[in-house]
Nanobody, 122 residues
Framework: QVQLVESGGGLVQAGGSLRLSCTAS????????MAWFRQGPGKEREFVAS???????TYADSVKGRFTISRDNAKNTVYLQMNVLKPEDTAVYCC????????????????WGQGTQVTVSS
């Protein structure tokens, strides 16, 4: 069983940056594909980025060129560096883990964190 805990959210002005962290415990982190999803106010949860254990990345079109997903296996942590933030990036950001899937679908990820709030003011 894998437990995921996110941190790093907060309030930032448009154009600013934040780095989110997601630390895993209870499994062999290096063998997991990791992803970030977000749910904005009144919206469905949506895919943000994924990072396979081999290093392959996928990004939602809305964040390409602004967000970067990375991982530090020695720290059991995946990061989401968010630059040039926009008000529409306001959401609860959750990380997810799977030992068999890396990509934009939610269902194949069995492990989820509680989320961290990101608010971008205009």
């Amino acid at each position: 069983q894998v437990q995921l805990v996110e941190s790093g959210g907060g309030l930032v002005q448009a154009g600013g940056s934040l780095r989110l962290s997601c630390t895993a415990s209870g499994g062999t982190f290096s063998r997991y594909h990791m992803a970030w999803f977000r749910q904005g106010p009144g919206k469905e949860r949506e895919f943000v980025a994924s990072l396979g254990w081999s290093g392959a990345t996928t990004y939602a079109d809305s964040v390409k060129g602004r967000f970067t997903i990375s991982r530090d296996n020695a720290k059991n942590t995946v990061y989401l560096q968010m630059n040039v933030l926009k008000p529409e990036d306001t959401a609860v950001y959750c990380c997810a883990a799977s030992d068999s899937y890396s990509g934009p679908l939610e269902a194949p990820y069995p492990y989820w964190g509680q989320g961290t709030q990101v608010t971008v003011s205009s």
